[in-house]
């Protein structure tokens, strides 16, 4: 079994920054693409930022030049600096991964999300 555990989330001014983070455990051999996804209230989930295991990005046009995605492939960590935060930007943010597992099972992984709010 494999977890994502999401940190960092938190309560922010407009024009400020958060550092998510987000930690894949359990029996992993392999982490393919990993991203960021977050579900404002009344809203679908949207794609934020997404990294290969190449750290080839791509983000939202919402997002770009504000938000920058990293991972750190040692410690199976990912990570979503935040910037510039905008009101328009408070939503829960969910961590995904693409795993294959010890067992050589291809897995869809979600963490359980962590709440950004900016308040204006």
């Known amino acids: 079994q494999v977890q994502l555990v999401e940190s960092g989330g938190g309560l922010v001014q407009a024009g400020g920054s958060l550092r998510l983070s987000c930690a894949a455990s359990?029996?992993?051999?392999?982490?393919?693409?990993m991203g960021w996804y977050r579900q404002a209230p009344g809203k679908q989930r949207e794609l934020v930022a997404a990294i290969t295991s190449g750290v080839s990005t791509n983000y939202a046009d919402s997002v770009k030049g504000r938000f920058t995605i990293s991972r750190d492939n040692a410690k199976n960590t990912l990570f979503l600096q935040m910037n510039s935060l905008k009101p328009g930007d408070t939503a829960v943010y969910f961590c995904?991964?693409?795993?294959?597992?010890?067992?050589?099972?291809?897995?869809?992984?979600w963490g359980q999300g962590t709440l950004v709010t900016v308040s204006s």
């Open positions: 359990g029996s992993i051999f392999k982490i393919n693409a």
């Open positions: 995904n991964a693409d795993v294959l597992s010890g067992n050589a099972r291809y897995l869809q992984v």
